[in-house]
């Protein structure tokens, strides 16, 4: 179980020391060990011109999100790979809630899975993504 003190690091980490993540406006709605979850409201900011949630920034969640799960897990990571299915658009106005969990928990490398949903529940984008441990948590 995860004491609030590192949860509250893994947040730190995650969007405080990242000025990309915390000006999209991330939050993390939940941690836990091998399982975290991020929400975005679409604002203008984030979406393209067609005024939907950009792929960028739905990748940037999930990357977000997965990388908060290998941080929950006390492993330092950087990714070697990841890739996104776009199934559905979110409009300015919607909140999405990008939930990321383990897949592989290994000594050298993490494999991780993000569902993207939006407010009613439908599945926005799937991704996933290999990270390579540079280090551990202290």
Known sequence: MLTEEFKEKVRDHIIEKSEAVKNLGIVMDFCGEGRVVL??????H??????ICHGGTYMMLADSAMGAVCFALNKKVVTLEANISYLKSAPIGTRLRAVASALHNGSRTLSCTCDIFDDDNHLCAQARGTFFVVGHIE
């Open 39 to 44: 929400g975005l409201p679409i604002l203008p």
């Open 46 to 51: 984030t979406t393209n011109g067609y005024q």
